[in-house]
């Protein structure tokens, strides 16, 4: 067994395709000497799927073209995707049409839709938790401690005497953070995690247990304050650090309308647990639904409710993209890999 030290463990980490928060603070602080800014949350996350709750929105057209194309592919696959020709493109989404027409019969209805799009979800995060257990050396063992864990993440190469004492207070709570996490994911309590308690522990965000830790770590981002609410300044500076600084462009603006509207339910200008909960996590049966609703009416052409292969293929940038610029990592890809 090939033994890295902490640093290099780290390094392999920038490759992966997600990390939480708390490595990718340790990366800035081994990368930079020093802590300069905390990088939010999984901060895509949140804005992301804060367009995916506004089924109206979304009707409208006022959609991100790039979540519709990691919802339809994959994080991992869209950008794949990215990178070939444009007859590539056409002819590998007309492959994966066949996949998503389960029955045949040559229309991809909405529960085809729903049912690719919840299944592309579950792999994206079952392949993310497999590489980051890898990067721990875990194949083939049936869980990973605590201490192995700690070790491994933050190891003996963060030597704490070095650091100034605000430094030391954020990997207090990075580590805070993590111990709440991991003890809400392992559920047999046996102090360890399996790979399947693991994967929970990575997205808590698509398990319904863990859905507490993801309310209390966005609250713990966005709080600044610190009382246990996130008024709608504390909302907006997380996604546009400029406030105050410059002009508010119109997105900004639109954005507390959106806070207004359909993020502060009970209308008294804050957020609450139960309103980030909504927020951050809405049901994912509904997401699958409002994504799939969402694709279906931007290239239903017919207006039948369905689409046939020359409907998606038609609108394939709306699907998989359109820019083919850099065709040097094409090659590598296997085309039976879907
Ligand atoms: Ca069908
Ligand atoms: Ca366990
Ligand atoms: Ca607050
Ligand atoms: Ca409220």
Redesign the pocket.
């Known amino acids: 067994m090939v033994t890295l030290t902490v640093t290099d463990v780290q390094k392999e980490k920038m490759v992966a395709i997600k990390m939480p928060h708390f490595q990718i603070v340790l990366l800035s602080l081994l990368l930079n000497g020093v802590l300069s800014s905390i990088i939010p949350e999984n901060h895509d996350r949140r804005s992301q799927v804060k367009d995916l709750s506004d089924l109206e929105h979304q009707l409208k057209g006022g959609h991100n073209a790039e979540y519709d194309h990691e919802a339809f592919l994959g994080k991992e696959k869209a950008h794949e995707f990215d990178r070939l020709t444009p007859e590539q493109s056409k002819q590998r989404l007309g492959v994966l049409v066949d996949k998503i027409d389960s029955n045949n019969d040559g229309l991809v209805t909405e529960p085809e839709m729903v049912a690719w799009i919840k299944y592309i979800q579950r792999r994206y995060v079952t392949e993310d938790a497999k590489t980051q257990w890898a990067n721990y050396e875990l194949e083939g063992a049936a ?1 990973m401690s605590w201490d192995y864990y700690m070790e491994r993440t933050y190891g003996s190469a963060t030597d704490e005497t070095e650091m100034n004492s605000e430094t030391k207070l954020h990997f207090k709570e990075m580590k805070d953070r993590d111990y709440r996490r991991f003890k809400l ?10 790979f399947t ?1 693991y994967v929970n522990f990575l997205h808590p965000e698509d398990a319904p247990h863990m859905r507490e830790v993801v309310v209390k770590e966005t609250l713990d981002d966005l709080d600044k304050n610190k009382d246990g609410r996130i008024s709608i300044d504390e909302y907006i500076v997380d996604m546009w650090p400029d406030m105050g600084k410059e002009t508010e462009p119109e997105w900004v603006t639109t954005e507390r309308e959106h806070f207004e509207k359909w993020r502060d339910l009970n209308k008294d200008g804050f957020l609450d647990s139960n309103e980030i909960q909504h927020w951050v996590m809405p049901d994912d049966y509904d997401h699958a639904i409002a994504e799939s609703r969402h694709l279906i009416y931007e290239a239903d052409s017919s207006k039948d409710g369905n689409l046939t292969k020359r409907e998606i293929l038609d609108h394939s940038d709306l699907f998989v993209g359109s820019q083919a610029t850099d065709f040097g990592e094409a090659f590598k890809y296997s085309h039976d890999e879907f």
């Not at 994911?185 to 399996?194: E, N, P, Q, S």
Request: no cysteine; aromatic share 8%.
């Open positions: 869980s994911a392992d559920v047999d309590y046996d102090g360890k995690l399996t308690e």
